[in-house]
């Protein structure tokens, strides 16, 4: 099976749903990265293949406090 896309959404339910695993606070989708942005601590979890990866070792720090002020849903690292 051949997708169109490499960026595969989950759903609003289970976005609202998940918390980040480190601070227990909401996390949000981001749909340039194709990731979960928990805002709390400044940590990008991937989403592969529709699937959170919310071990706390596949977290990606984001650089600076700032860019997760400065971010929205659209325009993520």
């Given at each position: 099976m051949v997708r169109a896309?490499?960026?595969?959404?989950?759903?609003?339910?289970l976005s609202e749903i998940?918390?980040?695993?480190?601070s227990k606070?909401?996390?949000r989708v981001c749909e340039k990265s194709n990731s979960l942005i928990s805002d709390a601590i400044g940590v990008s979890f991937p989403i592969?293949?529709?699937i959170p990866c919310l071990v706390p070792k596949d977290g990606k720090i984001i650089e600076t406090p700032t860019d997760v002020d400065s971010l929205d849903t659209k325009q993520c690292t």
């Open positions: 896309s490499t960026v595969v959404e989950i759903s609003r339910t998940l918390v980040c695993p480190l606070q909401p996390l592969i293949d529709g």
